[in-house]
């Protein structure tokens, strides 16, 4: 099954930046856009970038995407401990025709 | 506002029959197609399918084997997971989630319902 690859986890110190990656390859990230979604234990995941770059109304802008190649990655700046959470990356993959998702990253909060 | 609001928690037994579903609101629900997503114990999220509630036209990972079969009713703007026979391995959470498409490159999944616990053991 196409994933996509993240590290397992990530942390930080409050009021520091995280920076969570994601791997993919042409038939994904290379043609279509990222998108990242924020699970905290027990509920359902929330949009939180989705067209590489793009925040939903109501995300704070200390959460930032970006993509290059077959390659993206999220952005958490000025850390905060609701912010711990589990982060997924996806995107369409045009081989499946259909949706991979990353294999996510659990950020903590030190 | 979007909703999308989740039948309850299921208790199975093996070789059962199930059906969940997910009901929509605040939005036209033939515009948008639905997605199902599934995270198994402790596991990632994994794409099960989508549907157009406008045609009932339908995708699946092919890389899940046995797997549920989605439907909608668009009279109730509500879609449907629905399994003939459960295994203990499809044990998991299910969540739907609404499909927004720009154009040919942009995918994402904008809201999502609570999640359905379903738990299949002898």
């Known amino acids: 099954q196409a994933v996509l690859g993240q590290p397992p986890s990530a942390s930080g110190t409050p009021g520091q930046t995280v920076t969570i990656s994601c791997s993919g390859s042409g038939s994904n990230i290379e043609s279509n856009t990222v998108n990242w979604y924020q699970q905290i234990p027990g509920t359902a995941p929330k949009l939180l970038i989705y067209a590489n770059t793009q925040r939903p109304s109501g995300v704070p802008d200390r959460f930032s995407g970006s993509q290059s190649g077959t390659s993206a990655s999220l952005a958490i700046s000025g850390l905060q401990s609701e912010d711990e959470a589990d982060y997924y990356c996806a995107a369409w993959d045009d081989s499946l025709n259909g949706f991979v998702f990353g294999t996510g990253t659990k950020v903590t909060v030190l | 506002e979007v909703q999308l609001v989740q039948s309850g928690a299921e208790v199975k037994k093996p070789g059962e029959s199930l059906k969940i579903s997910c009901r929509t609101s605040?939005?036209?629900?033939?515009?948008?197609?639905i997605g199902w997503v599934r995270q198994m114990p402790g596991k990632g999220l994994e794409w099960m399918g989508i549907i157009s509630p406008s045609n009932s036209h339908s995708r699946y990972n092919p890389s899940l084997e046995d797997q549920a079969i989605i439907s909608v009713d668009k009279s109730i703007s509500t879609a449907f997971l629905h399994w003939r026979s459960l295994k203990a391995s499809d044990t998991a959470i299910y969540y739907c989630a609404r499909l927004r498409m720009v154009g040919t490159t942009i995918y994402y999944f904008d809201s999502w319902g609570q999640g359905t616990l379903v738990s299949v053991s002898s």
């Open positions: 605040g939005y036209i629900f033939t515009t948008y197609w």
